[in-house]
């Protein structure tokens, strides 16, 4: 629920702190006292338009103004789950504030951290739901009949199913048309593939190759350098006075000596053992380098001969010499495509019609489900528009069937909220209606219906009951008292009924060009009704009037009423 909301500097609000309680807030006063500013302040907090596109704006003479709005949400709300996407979950309330600037330009924050104004537009509207007198969004926006509907009806469960279903036959779609495309393009160039498999697969290049057949033949080329420089190497390691026969004679003087002296050599000796060892592998090393420059020329030819054969077929292919052996491996499967991907297809296929078969049961199930769901909404409908002087209007949920090739992941209907207006006139979209009043009443019938299943954190009602009065205005007092009991409710209005059976009771006034804001008691509240239904000069008939209205609005039996009366 919105639990305050923190005004300072907006159109002829100076500074203002509003508390909400759980249920009816209504907001009642002189026209132009400045109830709408405060809406509007409430809007602009969750990201509505500002400036030239609204009217919420800087007060004369302040440099700034903000908007500030605390809402106190479970764990499970929708906004909860935006505000962990974005790491601005905090402990607690959801806090939306938005500062402007007198050349309209503002700044957006969710939990005092800075954020764009599409974040704060798209989080104030899982929070807050607002039908005023020219409002098209909410349950005026076709986009989102589809999820009310489904969430009147109970098909969360149906809706997701049949969406995990497209993905299924989406994903086995684009695996099928990935092996058909390969298949054309195999045999399209099939001569060329098997060509190419041939090719690379009798060469059979390895990973490294190049580099190695390059090393290979250098080291050959340069044999008899290296081997003049291996010898010496060898004879100053290995030779009658190399560094192998110096140490054998050390560890040889070494062992000779005493038992007490070999005791204290006993590190050096340890050490030129090692040192031995290390000569020993030394020599076997450069034994071994010798080895393999003692070659005859044919080896060197046949190392230059794979070399350049490598790189030329690196070249013709396009690629370099150690992408070779993907490239293999590439034309080796594009071959067995040619002798085996009709299997391939077939298979994929198949996947294709069980994936096909178990979303379309998927999708007739939901489609099922929301027919059900659609005459049972426009019952509801129907049942509420009578009492609020709209019996003349009809209700519809249209499904429209799509073919196959239009379904999508949402099913296979479109669905939209249409109405009819006028006895004979044929059905259209919910902004049509053409009178404010009406809007506001026909969302008010819509949310009344769909309350429990789709109610958000708060709903903002502007006057929606302009125009109506008797029976009617406490028709919608008492469904607006209704739709409270599942979701917090403010409303602007002129209507005594309506005002009798809030919760908590405001107050706004026009003091020396600035707006006051009141939050009255229950005595105070008795006096402002009782203004409401006799003008400017409250009477105590216009009191036992009022008083009465609040009984009724409280459920206080009639013959109690008479004894208070």
Not at 78 to 98: C, E, M, S, T
Not at 240 to 264: P, T, W
Not at 304 to 314: I, K, P
Not at 458 to 465: G, I, L, P, Q, R
């Amino acid at each position: 629920m919105l639990a305050a909301l923190s005004i300072r500097d907006i159109v002829l609000i100076e500074q203002a702190a509003l508390e909400f309680a759980p249920g009816l807030n209504v907001l009642t006063g002189e026209t132009g006292a400045g109830k709408s500013i405060l809406l509007d302040s409430l809007g602009l907090a969750a990201g509505g338009a500002s400036g030239p596109k609204g009217r919420a704006g800087v007060r004369p003479g302040a440099d700034q103004g903000s908007a500030t709005a605390i809402f106190d949400v479970p764990p499970s709300h929708p906004a909860a789950a935006l505000l962990a996407a974005q790491d601005l979950a905090g402990d607690g309330d959801i806090v939306l504030r938005r500062s402007l600037n007198t050349d309209g330009r503002s700044r957006a924050f969710v939990n005092d951290q800075a954020v764009s104004v599409a974040l704060l537009r798209e989080l104030g509207g899982t929070l807050l739901e607002v039908h005023g007198q020219q409002d098209d969004r909410g349950l005026f926006d076709a986009a989102t009949h589809r999820l009310l509907l489904d969430g009147f009806g109970g098909l969360g469960d149906a809706a997701a199913d049949v969406a995990a279903r497209h993905g299924e036959m989406s994903a086995a779609r684009a695996e099928l048309d990935a092996l058909v495309a390969n298949a054309e393009r195999a045999r399209a160039e099939a001569d060329f593939v098997r060509a190419a498999a041939t090719e690379l697969t009798d060469f059979d290049p390895r990973p490294g190759e190049e580099e190695h057949l390059a090393g290979e033949r250098a080291l050959m080329m340069n044999a008899a350098r290296i081997a003049e420089d291996i010898a010496a190497a060898l004879e100053l390691v290995s030779g009658d006075r190399g560094a192998e026969s110096a140490l054998a004679q050390a560890l040889k003087k070494i062992s000779r000596m005493g038992a007490e002296a070999r005791k204290v050599a006993a590190p050096a000796e340890s050490a030129l053992e090692q040192a031995y060892g290390f000569a020993e592998e030394a020599r076997r090393e450069l034994d071994s380098l010798a080895a393999r420059l003692d070659t005859d020329t044919g080896v060197l030819e046949k190392t230059e001969e794979r070399l350049f054969a490598l790189r030329a077929l690196a070249r013709k292919y396009g690629v370099i010499p150690d992408e070779l052996p993907a490239l293999r491996d590439d034309y080796a499967a594009r071959q067995d495509m040619l002798a085996g991907g009709g299997d391939q297809i077939k298979k994929a296929q198949a996947r294709v019609d069980a994936a096909r078969a178990a979303y379309l049961a998927a999708a007739a199930k939901l489609s099922k489900g929301r027919a059900a769901a659609a005459k049972k909404l426009e019952a509801a409908v129907a049942a509420e528009l009578e009492p609020l002087k709209l019996g003349h209007a009809r209700f519809r949920v249209a499904l429209e069937p799509l073919e196959e090739d239009r379904a999508s992941a949402s099913g296979m209907e479109k669905v939209a909220f249409e109405v009819a207006t006028v006895a004979g006139a044929a059905f259209g979209g919910l902004a049509r209606i053409a009178s404010g009043g009406e809007l506001a009443r026909f969302s008010l019938a819509l949310k009344v219906a769909l309350a429990e299943n789709s109610a958000p954190a708060a709903m903002v009602f502007d006057e929606v009951d302009r125009g109506v009065g008797g029976a009617v205005a406490d028709a919608v007092g008492l469904r607006l008292q209704r739709l409270a009991g599942s979701t917090q409710v403010l409303l602007v209005t002129h209507s005594p009924q309506v005002a009798a059976r809030a919760a908590r009771h405001f107050r706004i006034s026009r003091v020396k060009d600035k707006t006051k804001i009141e939050m009255l008691s229950d005595e105070e509240r008795l006096e402002e009704i009782a203004r409401m239904l006799s003008g400017a000069a409250v009477t105590d008939e216009a009191r036992a009037a009022a008083r009465r209205l609040m009984d009724e609005a409280a459920g206080v039996p009639a013959k109690k009423q008479r004894k208070r009366a």
